[in-house]
């Protein structure tokens, strides 16, 4: 499959180490340019690109740059995509630590994966955002193995989600369905699930009871 994959930093790097293990054809970029991922290039064989590139002819696009960073994408930076297209968003947000207070989801309320799908112009399927990078190299395991870790996966568009739950299962991890974009808050930074490595059946608990007020932690 051809997978565009923005952002080539913790997570980034790793999904761009295991998708090309796996075979997938991977275009990658970051904001510095081509000529700075020589070396990610080298060892995975995935191909560098600008940043307006990487989605081109992509079925799967994966956003994966801090979340302040999502408004200074290219405009359209999707064009080019292929019909059909899912689009991941690993994205949190760490308005103390890193992103700076974000008015539209403070004061909108909005979950940060809908303020993100907002700005990219497209329907996002949140996934990664509470897996260790690490983890997507130590943790995959075959599916039916005990030990299998499960990743919430939240989305709006029933095909994209199939879409990526399946490239989950093919990287090594179960997934479970958290619903839609609205209710992604439930995977959120500081939820009972984020971080969580366990099976589907905790993280299906741990889904339910989490509490849809942002925690102070992780307001601006
Ligand atoms: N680290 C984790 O374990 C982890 C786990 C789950 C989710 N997340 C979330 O996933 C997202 C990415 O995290 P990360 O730890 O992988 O980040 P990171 O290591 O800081 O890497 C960020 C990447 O985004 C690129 N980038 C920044 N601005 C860009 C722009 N305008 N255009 C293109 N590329 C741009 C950077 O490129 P340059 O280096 O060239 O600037 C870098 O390659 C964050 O929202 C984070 O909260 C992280």
Redesign the pocket.
């Given at each position: 499959m051809k997978i565009g994959i923005?952002?080539?930093?913790?997570?980034?790097?790793?999904l761009t180490r295991r998708l090309t293990a796996l075979g997938h054809d991977v275009s990658v970029?970051?904001?510095?340019?081509p000529h700075?991922l020589i070396a990610l290039a080298e060892e995975t064989g995935a191909t560098p690109v600008p940043?307006e590139e990487a989605a081109r002819g992509a079925e799967i696009v994966v956003v994966?740059?801090?979340?302040k960073?999502?408004p200074?994408?290219?405009s359209g930076v999707l064009d080019g995509a292929a019909d059909g297209v899912a689009v991941i968003d690993?994205?949190?947000?760490?308005p103390r630590q890193?992103?700076g207070r974000i008015a539209a989801i403070e004061d909108e309320g909005l979950t940060e994966s809908r303020w993100t799908e907002r700005h990219l112009g497209h329907p996002v399927i949140k996934a990664?955002?509470?897996?260790?990078?690490?983890?997507i190299l130590d943790r995959p395991r075959p599916s039916g193995d005990s030990g299998r870790m499960a990743l919430p996966v939240a989305g709006d568009d029933a095909a994209a989600k199939a879409k990526v739950r399946s490239l989950i299962d093919e990287l090594g991890f179960d997934t479970v369905d958290a619903g839609g974009i609205d209710e992604s808050w439930r995977q959120q930074?500081g939820t009972p699930v984020y971080g969580l490595r366990e099976g589907a059946e905790a993280v299906s608990k741990a889904l339910t009871e989490a509490s849809p007020e942002r925690q102070a932690d992780f307001r601006g």
């Open positions: 923005i952002g080539a930093g913790n997570i980034g790097g790793n970029a970051n904001s510095r340019g700075t940043v994966t740059v801090p979340l960073a999502v200074d994408l290219p690993t994205g949190n947000y760490y890193r992103d990664f955002n509470g897996t260790y990078a690490q983890d930074p």
